[in-house]
Structures are given as C-alpha cells and as structure tokens.
C-alpha cells in the first residue's frame, strides 16, 4: 500500500468533513449521546477493523471518541485509512 501525498489526502478529505490531516495521520472525533452507544459504537467499529486488518489509534473519555488513522507500514496515510473512515463513518453517522 502507497502513502498518499499531502495533495491526495487533501482532496478526499473533502469526502470527510469530520476528519483532518496532521501529524502524518487522519484524525476524526465523534461525540454521543453517552458512554454505552459511545462504547456500542467503537464495539461495532472494532468488527470493520478486523475486517479491514488495519486498526486506529484510538482514546474514548466518556461520550466522545477520538480516532487517528495511518498505515504505519507505508509510513504515512494511506487508500486503507480512508477505507476505514467510511466504515466508521457510515456506523457513526448513518444515512437516515
């Protein structure tokens, strides 16, 4: 898997209004209504992540959780990270 370039990762962020760049990393944060659907969610994200063989930084304090993605391989972002952010997108934030 190939790192992105600076300009690459720039241009599908704009798919993910939730997520930034830095620090070598896409980062995003989400915040529920509370800890157990904020729990229930990163339960349900865990599953994609095994699916995916591609696991994120993550820290959860109550409601909110915090996410970073990079393919520490390829030393940088990479299609695998923004394939992950879709999965945790559409389990976050799904279409009604």
């Known amino acids: 898997m190939n790192k992105l370039?600076?300009?690459?990762?720039?241009?599908?962020?704009?798919?993910f209004p939730d997520w930034e760049y830095f620090d070598n990393a896409i980062?995003?944060?989400?915040?529920?209504?509370?800890?157990?659907?904020?729990?229930?969610?990163?339960?349900r994200i865990?599953?994609?992540?095994?699916?995916?063989?591609?696991?994120?930084?993550?820290?959860?304090v109550y409601n909110v959780?915090?996410?970073?993605?990079?393919?520490?391989d390829a030393g940088g972002v990479t299609n695998k990270d923004f394939k992950l952010a879709q999965a945790i997108e559409n389990i976050v934030e799904p279409e009604e």
């Open 65 to 72: 959780l915090t996410i970073s993605l990079s393919t520490h």
């Open 27 to 43: 980062h995003g944060e989400f915040e529920f209504e509370n800890f157990k659907d904020c729990f229930s969610a990163m339960s």
């Open 46 to 60: 865990a599953f994609e992540c095994e699916a995916l063989n591609h696991h994120p930084d993550w820290k959860n």
């Open 5 to 15: 370039t600076d300009e690459d990762i720039e241009k599908k962020l704009l798919r």
